[in-house]
C-alpha cells in the first residue's frame, strides 16, 4: 500500500525565505531566515539604485528590476534559490523608477506602473517562469508611482495605492492567474505612497503597510483576502516610515523592514503573522536605508 501524501496547503505554499536589495544607500542586499530574522549586509551586485521592484518567479527564486540611477533605469538582476544577486541583466520595457512588482499564476511575475521622465504609467512587464521580462504591455488603469504589490488567492496579484497627477490615491488594480491588469477598482483605506510595502502572509492573503499620507509618514496597515478585497486601514504598529521593503518568508508570514522615518532613514523591522497581525519593531540589522524592493525565493 503507498503512502498517502498530503496536499500542500494554502497555509504552507510560500517561499522559506526572503532577500531586501537596493536602495537608497546602494546596492548591498540582506537576506531573510525562514525565522524571520533579517541578516547583516552582503556586498551589493549589480547597479546601485532606489525605487525599484522585485518578485517572486520559478517558485524558488526572486528579480529585482528598473529603478532610478541618475536616470531611469531598465536594468534587472535574477536571484538564485540560495539568495545569489547575479550581475545586470540589459532591460526589456520602458525604462522607470518609483514602481513595483509582485508574482502572480503561481511561478511568474509582473512589474507595473511607475514614473519615468515625464510622465506616470500603467504600463506592465510581464516575468516567465524563466525570469524573462517581456516587453511593455500597454498599461491599464490609472496611471501612478510610488505603490505596492502583492499575491493573494494563490495564484493572483494586486496592484494598489501610490501617487498619480492628482496627488495620493488609493485605487487598487487586480491581475489575474494569467497576468491580465484590471481596471481601477474604488480605494478602500488611507490614501497614501506606499512604494513596495506590501506583501503575502496567511498562504492565500496580502497586506499592504506603512507609507506617506496628506498627514505624513503612518504605519497602518490594510489586508487583502483572498478574494482581493482591501479592508479598511488597521491601527498602525511600530514605527511610521515611508518606502519599507515587505516580503514573505517561513511559508506563509511577512515582513516590512527598512524605510524613511522621522529621523532619516531607518533599519528596522516588523513581523507579519500568518494571521496579518503585525508586530512591533525589531532592532534593525544592516544598512538604514529606504525605496529598496525584497522578494521572497527559496
Known sequence: MFPIIPAASAADSGNQEGIFGFGSAGSMTNLVTDAGVVGTDVTGVGTARNGLGACEYGDDKGIFGYGYAGGASDATNLVSNAGVVATDVTGVGTARYDMTACSYGG??????????????????NLVSNAGVVATDTTGVGTGRFSLGACEYGGDKAIFGFGQDPAGYVSMTNLVSN?????????????????????CGYGGDKGIFGYG??????????NLVSNAGVVATDTTGVGTAREAPGATQYGGDKG????????????????????????????????????????CSFN
Open 212 to 221: 506617506y499620507s496628506a498627514a505624513g509618514r503612518v504605519s497602518m496597515t
Open 107 to 124: 511561478d511568474k511575475g509582473i512589474f507595473g506602473f511607475g514614473y519615468y521622465p515625464t510622465s506616470y504609467t500603467a504600463i506592465t
Open 178 to 198: 494569467a497576468g491580465v491588469v484590471g481596471t481601477d477598482v474604488t480605494g478602500v483605506g488611507t490614501a497614501r505612497q506606499i512604494k513596495g510595502g506590501a
Open 255 to 294: 515582513i516590512f523592514a527598512f524605510g524613511g522615518d522621522a529621523g532619516g532613514v531607518a533599519s528596522m523591522s516588523n513581523l507579519v503573522s500568518n494571521a496579518g497581525v503585525v508586530a512591533t519593531d525589531t532592532t534593525g540589522v544592516g544598512t538604514a536605508r529606504k525605496a529598496l524592493a525584497a
